[in-house]
């Protein structure tokens, strides 16, 4: 118990004070006779794992006069955070009144823990005075004092910000317009993970202070103002105009400063396709084609239909990267869509000199292949699964469709750059789910100031009046038509329905733009004429332009090798396999490779949360007539 009571203390004296309660996140709570723990947590409105995660040495019991660390419910997390330089701390660390109090670990030393923390022995144990007596011992908990703030940023271009629920850290980088290297700089704490109610600092000038017609472009080390000025076409002295900033502080390396949009050169470049001489490359194919059933019948099994046409899209492209003057030696391994069978291939199977995996198709099975081959350097793609992988460790691990929250994440930045102050409506479901939830709540924060009105379903349904009341049509003053904006938040099929239907029918004079931000996988039974005039957006990880020559082509050398169309599958077979054989020739970093665009796939990768590969490539397509077009 000694070994943490200095730390009780610490809190009680700073709890003390009740002027300062809002500016604290803990503060102290001395337990009274007859109170055990649940009546403590009910009384604080807070649960018993939120007390016994500050108060470990308590072991579920409380005693009269104990003294409890508990979160204070009015501190205001977003205070916090910008006045401390917070580069030093480590995993359950807790800052209070510009001091970390540290739980030792196993394996600190005294000597590990003043390198880390920037901390003198002196100042260590002068604040500790419990080391001149016990030295050092696994569970203490330290007071630290934060180091000299130091910023390699200007603060003028920080804000703090709240995590949202499924935000990961490479959809709040792509957010603003930051690498996930930048953001773990500024948020030294996220390297190890990110959690949902974290406060992190991120750019302001992403969201506020940048405005339309610039992008903002990180200072790299080495660069000038000369060497910007050569880069981006435009002279120091707009480059000083742009950022008047520079006048004090002069060009650091880590600075966000303004580039006008024009003389930018594009965020990504795009990936070269080429073949050295001699190349070669071993691939597996991991596929659930179910060989060992009696009979294959290709009309009633979906599967395995999808199946064949994915591996018959990927013959073609290999037949045409050998024609390039690719080797490769391929095998062929049926899954049979069981985690038992994957088992048998990798136990019976040696990957030591294999390149690249391609498949499996499902995500457990994924998790399988990328976990036993984790430590060997052979690529493992995951070819058409969208739900998230990053809760998988192998940094070799690449995932070729985007998730549904980078979907989200995508449509939201294209709608927040190209807003004109148009009326704002947003349709949601009664109960949305938590990824819905998280978008709503991103529109609301984005768009927040703006009039924005929300309309909610009724017993299931949302009626065509309700929409009708929302929206603006003809200003009798300026004698002008006024535009709407409507984003329509749900996985509900028959809302969704009844919102395009509606928006469908409305007068000529209602000028109405339809924005979605996930997928639809119902999309085709949607009718075409209500997308058309509803103008309806919505983001996609597949655009095929059939009016395209190199559509034409694969379609007629699909159909004379196969004698039959292809299908979605068959592009994606061929999308997937061909752009990640090229790649595998390139040895640089998958995320550093640059941009591709094939028959139906736009592949665009950055690091995940656990340093494997996810594809960012996607479109935003809309409704033109009876056409679908590709607006961005």
């Known amino acids: 118990m000694y070994k943490r009571t200095h730390f009780f203390f610490l809190f009680l004296f700073t709890g003390m004070i009740f002027s300062f ?84 670990t196993p394996k600190e030393t005294l000597y590990s823990i003043t390198r880390n923390y920037k901390v003198s022995s002196s100042s260590l144990k002068n604040n500790n005075p419990f080391l001149f007596e016990k030295g050092l011992e696994i569970g203490q908990t330290l007071k630290i004092p934060l180091p000299e703030k130091i910023n390699k940023v200007d603060d003028r271009m920080l804000k703090p910000y709240v995590v949202h629920p499924k935000e990961t850290k490479y959809s709040i980088s792509r957010d603003f317009g930051i690498s996930i290297d930048s953001l773990e700089q500024l948020n030294p704490s996220i390297r190890n993970g990110l959690q949902i109610d974290d406060v992190i600092l991120v750019p302001a000038a992403i969201t506020s202070n940048v405005k339309e017609g610039f992008e903002v472009h990180e200072v790299k080390k080495g660069e000038t103002l000369y060497s910007l000025s050569k880069d981006f076409g435009i002279t120091q002295e707009e480059l000083i105009a742009e950022n008047p900033e520079l006048q004090t502080t002069g060009l650091k390396e880590g600075m966000l400063i303004k580039i006008p949009e024009k003389r930018m050169i594009k965020d990504r470049f795009m990936f070269y396709d080429e073949i050295p001489e001699r190349s070669r490359l071993k691939v597996a194919f991991m596929l659930p084609f179910k060989a060992n059933i009696d009979t294959l019948d290709f009309r009633k099994n979906r599967l395995l239909n999808a199946v064949s046409d994915f591996y018959f899209g990927a013959s073609i492209a290999i037949d045409s990267l050998k024609a390039q003057g690719l080797s490769l030696d391929i095998n062929v391994y049926d899954t049979q ?122 017993k299931g349904y949302i009626s065509g009046e309700k929409i009708r009341m929302a929206l603006d049509t003809l200003s009798s003053e300026q004698d002008t038509i006024t535009k709407n904006w409507v984003f329509l938040v749900s996985n509900d099929e028959v809302i969704t329905k009844d919102v395009i239907h509606n928006i469908g029918v409305l007068p000529e004079n209602t000028k109405v733009t339809l924005f979605t931000f996930n997928e639809l996988k119902f999309i085709d039974k949607l009718d075409n004429n209500n997308l058309a005039r509803s103008k309806f957006h919505f983001p996609s990880s597949v655009y095929i332009n059939y009016n395209s020559d190199r559509i034409k082509q694969f379609a007629a050398q699909y159909k004379r090798k196969f004698s039959a169309y292809p299908s979605k599958y068959a592009f994606k077979g061929f999308d997937v396999t061909y752009d990640s054989l090229l790649r595998m020739l390139n040895q640089a970093d998958l995320t550093e490779q640059g941009m591709s665009e094939r028959l139906e796939t736009r592949f665009d990768f950055i690091e995940n949360t656990t340093g494997n590969a996810v594809n960012q490539g996607i479109f935003i397509l809309m409704y033109d007539g009876l056409n679908i077009k590709k607006v961005n």
């Open 337 to 458: 869509k069981s985690k038992f069978v994957v088992k048998k291939i990798l136990e019976r199977n040696n990957f030591d000199n294999t390149n690249l995996v391609i498949g499996p198709m499902f995500l457990d099975n994924v998790k399988e292949v990328a976990t036993d081959l984790n430590y060997k350097p052979v690529k493992i793609v995951s070819p058409i699964s969208e739900k998230d992988h990053s809760y998988i460790k192998n940094k070799n691990l690449i995932q070729e469709i985007p998730t549904a929250e980078q979907m989200s994440a995508e449509m939201l930045r294209h709608v927040e750059k190209h807003y004109k102050g148009d009326n704002l409506v947003l349709l949601t479901d009664e109960k949305p789910d938590a990824v819905s939830a998280s978008i709503i709540a991103r529109i609301k924060e984005k768009f927040s100031g703006k009039g924005m009105k929300i309309i909610k379903p009724h």
């Open 21 to 104: 309660a809002q500016q604290k996140k803990y503060s102290t709570y001395r337990v009274e006779a007859g109170k055990d723990l649940q009546k403590i947590a009910e009384e604080l409105n807070i649960s018993k794992a939120e007390i016994l995660k500050l108060n470990p040495e308590i072991q579920g019991e409380v005693k009269e006069g104990n003294i409890l660390v508990v979160p204070n419910k009015n501190f205001d997390k977003k205070n916090d955070i910008i006045n401390y330089n917070i580069a030093v701390l480590k995993g359950r660390d807790i800052v209070v009144d510009g001091f970390i109090y540290h739980e030792v």
